[in-house]
């Protein structure tokens, strides 16, 4: 067994250990300690990042109450110093614990049970049993969520072997020896985190978005310090977008679907010219003598493309019609003759080294590069041009 030092004290960033065993695994050092302050993450909670001497621990895995340790180095000692990260550790304690707090505000507020919980890299997420939470709940949960924060409640940790003699707001999976989190006569907790030793700690908690997940609601949130960055950033928005449209925060909405109008308005005007030019280039193409048509295009949409290619095939002519930007990628159409393009795909992708598929009178795919398009260019002419 690994003695779990993080489960007494969440806030212990160090400790000497004694190497029990010690395996070649794979590329990796497979490390047992006798005692460890890296937790190996569950429930909802990522691994610590954690050292063993100056080496990284790569990944920390449980089996049977011991607590496994991977390096990519031999440690060559009996007994090590093992530590913690402990600016990242303390985040993981913010998201947590605010998570219990969050978890039992839902339930006296809207009777919402958390049904899965998750600490990310940017943001935490609980899953709770309600289709609908709108912004005034959001409010109404986050002010309830900073009147226990701003009351500093202490958070105990203790066991118990009695399910039944705490009242656990989400019955443990565990029989025996649980290990109980408590925010003060507030919200009881089965869990094997690491935790704040009072709610001041979480300093603040911010929904910051909603998303549908099957018949639930997945709710994003960030606490503590993450809480600040995430005011950080959104101030530095706010601020950026009153320097480019020249307006107050209050009329930032009113600037921004002013903004939108003009954009849409232009948009369609450009669509309605992009239109003119594309059928005067297709009226232009069909005037000509020419029966196979080679064009390359700088920037033109795709679809766009596709209809000007179905255009003009349709008037009786070849088309071998190359896009450059935004993404590389050929039309080849037939419009006269009877030569079957889909028997050609294959040499045709694998002289352009390309990927792509279509009918007997029409090829299209994407490119890896331009190099070898008046090759194909040459090769299509022995069949088109003659068509």
Avoid at 10 to 36: F, H, M, R
Avoid at 259 to 271: G, H, M, P, S
Wanted: hydrophobic share 30%; proline share 2%.
């Amino acid at each position: 067994m690994t003695e779990k030092i993080y489960h007494k004290n969440s806030y212990i960033k160090e400790t000497k250990a004694k190497v029990l065993k010690k395996e070649k695994e794979g590329d990796l050092w497979k490390i047992l300690p006798d005692k460890t302050v890296v937790y190996p993450g569950g429930g909802g909670q990522p691994q610590d990042r954690g050292f063993i001497e100056t080496f990284e621990i790569v990944k920390t895995e449980e089996e049977n109450g011991k607590i496994f340790h991977y390096i990519k180095e031999d440690i060559k000692k009996d007994e090590i110093s093992i530590s913690i990260d402990f600016k990242k550790r303390y985040d993981y304690m913010q998201q947590h614990t605010a998570q219990h707090l969050l978890s039992e505000v839902l339930i006296r507020l809207f009777n919402y049970e958390t049904l899965s919980f998750s600490i990310g890299e940017e943001h935490s997420s609980i899953e709770i049993n309600t289709k609908h939470f709108d912004f005034n709940k959001t409010i109404e949960t986050e002010e309830f969520c900073l009147n226990q924060i701003i009351k500093s409640i202490p958070i105990k940790i203790y066991y118990t072997k009695d399910s039944f003699s705490v009242p656990f707001r989400k019955p443990p999976k565990v029989k025996d020896n649980i290990r109980v989190v408590e925010i003060e006569n507030f919200d009881y907790s089965a869990c094997g985190g690491t935790h704040l030793k009072n709610t001041s700690e979480i300093s603040l908690i911010k929904i910051i978005k909603t998303d549908k997940v099957r018949s639930n609601i997945r709710l994003y949130y960030v606490a503590g310090y993450r809480a600040l960055n995430d005011y950080h950033n959104k101030n530095r928005i706010i601020l950026e977008a009153q320097k480019i449209l020249g307006r107050p925060q209050e009329e930032l909405i009113d600037g921004l679907n002013e903004f939108k109008d003009k954009y849409e308005k232009l948009r369609k005007e450009i669509k309605n010219y992009k239109k003119r030019e594309i059928e005067n280039e297709i009226e232009k193409i069909i005037k000509s003598s020419e029966d196979f048509i080679f064009k390359v295009f700088e920037d033109e949409d795709i679809k766009d493309l596709k209809f000007m290619a179905k255009k003009i095939t349709s008037s009786g002519k070849n088309i071998l019609f190359v896009s450059k930007n935004p993404t590389k990628f050929l039309i080849i159409g037939r419009g006269k003759g009877d030569i079957n393009l889909k028997e050609l795909s294959g040499k045709i992708f694998s002289i352009v080294k390309g990927r792509g598929g279509g009918r007997d009178d029409w090829i299209e795919g994407k490119l890896e590069d331009l190099s070898d398009v008046e090759k194909l260019k040459l090769f299509l002419s022995e069949y088109l041009d003659k068509a």
